[in-house]
């Protein structure tokens, strides 16, 4: 089968290294570009990145780093790893160039044109791009994933929004260093502590799952009406950001309803047979002590959310715990994921697809 | 000056050796006795111990571990550190036989006759005990401290509670492991991990608040009328429980006014002159990322709780960090302050206070 | 194909687990019992066990645990993850009764006729159990691997050995805790901490390398003629331990000579092949910070042994880095790879291969 | 009693905070000045500083950091911890303007006409300065203390080697992630894991032990006679360096007699009695678990070395564990040593000694 060509921009960072090690045997799609800032441009991938995960993919490691410039990164699928700083401006130049953008920067999350998906919880709103492209004249698009925190927590709150319409909601969160990024969180302010503070995450967490967990109106995306605190920790973990939540909803689940909820999500009915999908999308833990990030983290190659300890809470109606891959799930695999679901929707312009892929 | 004599019982555990140690040069106190389960008895308390804390003081040392029998450890203030499935049994028979009992098991916290105090906090409640000796028909008495996240909590709501009556709390707590004991946590569960669940602690965190930051009128506690959820977890910390919270206050504080409470509150009258009492007993913290375990676990010699991120709440009032040592100010400090609180208070009976001690 | 059975003895600890999971897709073997103490006994293994992998096979879960009895657990391969404390009793008994046991414990590592086995390194010395058999009258046998640190170690000096002879050899080890089971090593031990001893460790390695670099010399093993200083050190590492070497060999390498030398190693001849083997069984490292437990110890599904840093010293002619995964390629993996290794010589007998399996 | 003057120059690096800590309430030494690169130079040292200890003392945080130029930064004792980097230009103009520089950088240490002293150890070593300030024409002088892990070892060899004469060693070192400064050691690259290489540290250890040991036979260090092979690596863990060592002596000394010499030493006869000296300066441990890291690290603050395990090794004469503080006795508690020592010898110029300090 003929792959179609992507590229990775930000490429030599953790979560770009995330991108590089998950395509590196993706049946659809097929890395032809990896591109960083000038620093490392000219280099090889294998010279140029400080690599943390396993073994570097060979293809990838002989491959020269790009400028992250459309004119000579030119594929039809972007995968952005860009810092904040930088994506506000690359971005936008590649979906103007017609490259479909999947972008893990915050920059675009909460534009009302631009949708903000993980996949099983509102692939739906993947449509908002037709919009979007008319509107900005583009003949590509920028389609966000959301922070991970918050995705991980979606995932765990699809199913019981969906049935019960979620009111309220407290979720705190112990999250893992990987989150910061490489070098990011220094040993020194890590090792046996806990740092109760994430610049800018409460916020993020706090917007950005009522969008998830919002209606695709036609003219955008109606949020969700519910309100949100979060409260944010760094904890001495490698990956996997763990979310303990309390929550309200307009119809009070009983334990074991909410509980047979959970366990029969199986999300939107296009995602699932997806290459990166995990099947469930859910795994729902009865002992008491799980999830736990090392022994959890790697389920459905990092694309399972793990759920626990759903219980009554005493003052709203349940508490539980959910815990999931925060540079897979809640990065690099969910980009990937929605890339394939564009791709399954036909929401790919079919002229980019290519006739043949020369390696 | 002639100090008291004192003893400790489960003085091998981690606890216990948090006593030995805290009371190796205490100023008013003198250990007197060690006492521990059948395992232990007959050994020098140096063979007995699986010492973990830094040097062991050389009087304990030498000292035989005695049984936990009231004929053979007779000592008028008696810290206990049993384990809870004892200490309902021994605890009574140290009362019964003239002791004053500070107690760190779970076993009599909530009784109606009993205190549980953070002396800060609520000082006033250990007249309960005069009622509990004469319902009882005991000469001596218990006096429990509470739960250490519940300690650490409460430290840190009671100047605002004071102030602005606390109607509703939910508290997510990232507990050290030495809050397990010793051994207590494995490290193949908790190194790179975190446990979101700890037995029973919830239930203890939901109903022992309440009672910490109730009223004595005089017939009992009154509880104060705030409801709570806690979310219990473990996570890979020496020492250091940290909670972070959201509270709902009959009256609405500002940030800057609540700060100032925070900074301004110094606790009972008569407990910020004794000789374990921090001062001040909150440290407030303007800095976004403390306060953090390991930096600021040992402020006031482990006694001093520090607060920070103080902030407005989406959905609540208030949010805020609270972080305190769960052996010292949550467990063995908090007891040592307890006995010398009755001393200064002379609750403790005068026959008991001995002429001279010899060593 | 049709599987042959096997049990696996002690099988609810750390190392009966790693057994259980790698045995759970097994090409030719079959888990047909599980065993453990009295306690476990009568329970299914999901409640009998402590499980700390991630997710327990289904077929193990639902086994009811045997006693460790021939009697009742009969199959020709026997896998022992028991306690030293009982191996010495418990191993004979199944080896009388007629099975193969592939044992990790001490107790008959260093007994003439019992072979101490790393296949790639010494596979030869299996043909001691001929000698085994008749001396002891036993229709089984036993077969033993080494100690963890020793396996890795072994490992990496081998092919050096085989070339220019070793003469004097350091090792200092940095052991990850499984490698002190389940509980194991405290949290309150090892965070943030080194304890440089672990029980009974050095003596381990410094006796068993000569035997494992030894000769077959028939009327058996002529240990390697070098001498060993072992210094074994415990870390906050969940799983790989780390060797850092200095050797003197009778010729003196060249540090290139030396690295191709480790690089063109496949080990005895008829190991490569076989369903456990990793190909290569060494992965040589350029990179000077390489090996590293937690980047490294999973390489050939944690049977590969990681080697780096290989330099002059001093003192000795070399230096050098060998990481390995200690429950893997150290305990489970090298007893299944050893089992593999008697079935395809042929030394496994004939009337113990099963003509069915009935699941 | 009136105080010298001191400044620390890059003084918001991790080394740097611990001097300005040390200093806070040291009997001799008053903080004037606070020095660092132009990043820093003109804000207050709070702002400039990501502080990583406790508290900062409040004296030190309202000085305004200044460029590390002597014209501008005059204090008659200037501790260095300034980068290799720019050490090597900056040191020298302090001595040339007439300070006595203590220097942690390892520029100069292997100068011939240089001191490089562990006060206990070497203090004789000083008198070095003399020939110093005569040849390079420096009314100041430069003395440096050595590497840390090198500092450690040279402790605990000492007594060993003044009695038995050390003729070969070899080292490996377990080194805190301290030791690489602030930010440093990335928490994703040592969290679970062992890093087996530290740069440039073994030529460090191996040729700065030798000058430690060595004697001063006037025109200049003779160095000790004996050969080091040192294998450094990196573990998670916060303070203390621990080093795991194989020695062989001119002469053998019994375990038991290695161990009363151990114990009887006391170091430099006229080191004893300076504020920063442990007395005394090693503690010998018994158990055969100890000294560790974090239970071990602040005995003397920070400054006593921690020994055990003295045993015999199989192929030199004995192995031991040595630990210590890396950034106190190892760093900035070494250099404030060096300087109490030069002072109570009168080797610090008299005119240099102010009548008054204005504080």
Not at 332 to 338: E, Y
Request: hydrophobic share 45%; proline share 8%; glycine share 8%.
């Amino acid at each position: 089968m003929t792959k179609t060509p992507v590229a990775v921009l930000g490429a030599t960072g953790a979560v770009g290294q995330t991108f590089v090690r998950l395509l590196a045997d993706h049946p659809w799609f097929e890395l032809a570009a990896v591109a960083a800032s000038e620093r490392s441009t000219g280099k090889t991938y294998r010279d140029a990145t400080r690599w943390i995960e396993g073994a570097m993919p060979d293809a990838a490691a002989r491959m020269l780093v790009q400028p992250c410039d459309p004119m000579l990164v030119k594929a039809p699928i972007v995968f952005s790893a860009l810092d904040a700083s930088v994506a506000g401006d690359i971005e936008p130049r590649f979906a103007e160039a017609g490259a479909f953008v999947l972008s893990n920067a915050k920059n675009f999350r909460m534009e009302p044109d631009v949708p903000l998906v993980v996949p099983e919880v509102n692939g739906e709103h993947l449509s908002l791009i037709a919009a979007q492209r008319v509107a900005r004249g583009w003949p590509g698009a920028i389609v966000t994933n959301a922070n991970c925190a918050a995705t991980v927590a979606a995932m765990a709150l699809a199913p019981l929004h969906q049935r019960y319409q979620l009111r309220r909601l407290f979720v705190a969160t112990m999250q893992a260093v990987s989150g910061a990024g490489y070098p990011g969180v220094a040993s020194l302010d890590i090792l046996g502590n806990v740092i109760p503070y994430i610049g800018e995450e409460e916020p993020k967490i706090e917007r950005e799952l009522p969008k998830l967990l919002g209606r695709n109106a036609g003219w955008g995306i109606e949020p969700a009406s519910f309100t949100v605190s979060a409260l944010a920790n760094r904890v001495a973990v490698e990956h996997g950001h763990t979310a303990v939540m309390a929550m309200e909803f307009a119809t009070k689940p009983a334990v074991a309803e909410a509980l047979e909820t959970l366990r029969a999500w199986r999300g939107m009915d296009d995602v699932a047979g997806l290459p990166s999908a995990p099947r469930p999308p859910l795994q729902v833990f009865d002992q008491p002590d799980r999830p736990q990030p090392r022994r959890d983290v790697q389920a459905g190659n990092g694309m399972t959310v793990s759920v626990g300890r759903v219980r009554e809470d005493p003052q709203f109606h349940l508490r539980m715990v959910a815990m999931g891959h925060n540079t897979i799930r809640g990065a690099a695999g969910g980009s990937i994921l929605n890339a394939e679901l564009l791709m399954a929707r036909g929401l790919f312009p079919a002229h980019h697809i290519p006739l043949t892929t020369h390696r």
